[in-house]
């Protein structure tokens, strides 16, 4: 204990914590790196599905009894195979290339079911006829528990619930924005940031915050001229959702 308390008075255990912490995001970044190598050899390594195709695709080229380097080969094929795609897609037959992708795996109803979700949540980003991109950002304001959340509101239509004029928002989670959830919402509850695009609000829950300095707006920082909230107009396209039990 003596030796604690003089180790403790020396400052030699303050030291060594300051190590520990400049030392402790590099050991972190590491071991996160090796367990996604070690997932993916797992998922794409010699003796999986995949990793047979990739062996097969190498074994074309180098021929039977070069297992590893007809691995690597495989692998290389695939990543230049990508990487070439991406150069398609991002000229202006991506949408041609999209739609001819969609009308295959969804031809058969099983695969269907599993493809139509994965594919709407990874074009979110990239986009803009559909998800995250036609939606605004707007910052809902909940007082009940005194509190402010940047959200997307979902769509145009306006829904009444029991005499209120509600509005459906999509509330982000961090650090993934994709596993957030719908909330209806007062819509003057609603305030508008017509500042922000939707990947500037999906940055800072993907960072956890830790870019919202660079990515709010101005409107939302301190001194700045509050913004209007959305007005209630009448809406034609309003839809009516009565309490269960009342009377149509």
């Given at each position: 204990m003596k030796l604690l308390v003089s180790l403790w008075r020396n400052n030699v255990v303050a030291t060594f914590l300051a190590?520990?912490?400049?030392?402790?995001?590099?050991v972190l970044t590491i071991l996160i790196i090796a367990w996604i190598v070690d997932f993916l050899r797992g998922q794409l390594g010699p003796g999986t599905f995949l990793?047979?195709?990739?062996?097969?695709?190498g074994a074309t080229i180098t021929g039977p009894g070069y297992e590893s380097l007809a691995f690597f080969l495989g692998v290389l094929i695939a990543l230049v195979g990508i990487w070439f795609l991406g150069v398609v897609a991002r000229s202006q037959a991506q949408e041609s290339i999209s739609r001819?992708?969609?009308?295959?795996?969804?031809?058969?109803?099983?695969?269907r079911t599993i493809y139509n979700p994965i594919s709407r949540v990874?074009?979110?980003?990239?986009?803009?006829?559909?998800?995250?991109?036609?939606m605004s950002v707007v910052a809902c304001r909940f007082a009940g528990i005194g509190a402010d959340i940047l959200a997307l509101v979902a769509n145009q239509e306006v829904y009444i619930?029991?005499?209120e004029r509600r509005r459906m928002v999509y509330l982000p989670a961090?650090?993934?924005?994709?596993?957030?959830?719908?909330?209806?919402?007062?819509?003057?509850?609603?305030?508008?940031?017509?500042?922000?695009?939707?990947?500037?609000?999906?940055?800072?829950?993907f960072s956890l915050g830790a870019l919202a300095p660079d990515s709010m707006p101005v409107s939302l920082k301190e001194g700045?001229?509050?913004?209007?909230?959305?007005?209630?107009?009448?809406?034609?396209?309003?839809?009516?959702?009565?309490?269960?039990?009342?009377?149509k």
């Open positions: 190590g520990l912490v400049v030392l402790l995001p590099v990793g047979e195709i990739l062996l097969r695709g001819f992708v969609d009308r295959i795996f969804t031809q058969v109803p099983f695969i990874v074009r979110m980003t990239t986009d803009k006829t559909t998800d995250f991109s036609g619930i029991a005499g961090a650090p993934l924005p994709m596993s957030g959830g719908l909330v209806l919402v007062a819509e003057s509850s609603i305030i508008p940031v017509p500042e922000m695009k939707v990947d500037e609000l999906l940055r800072i829950y700045a001229v509050p913004v209007a909230r959305i007005a209630p107009p009448p809406s034609p396209s309003s839809k009516i959702i009565l309490p269960q039990g009342a009377a």
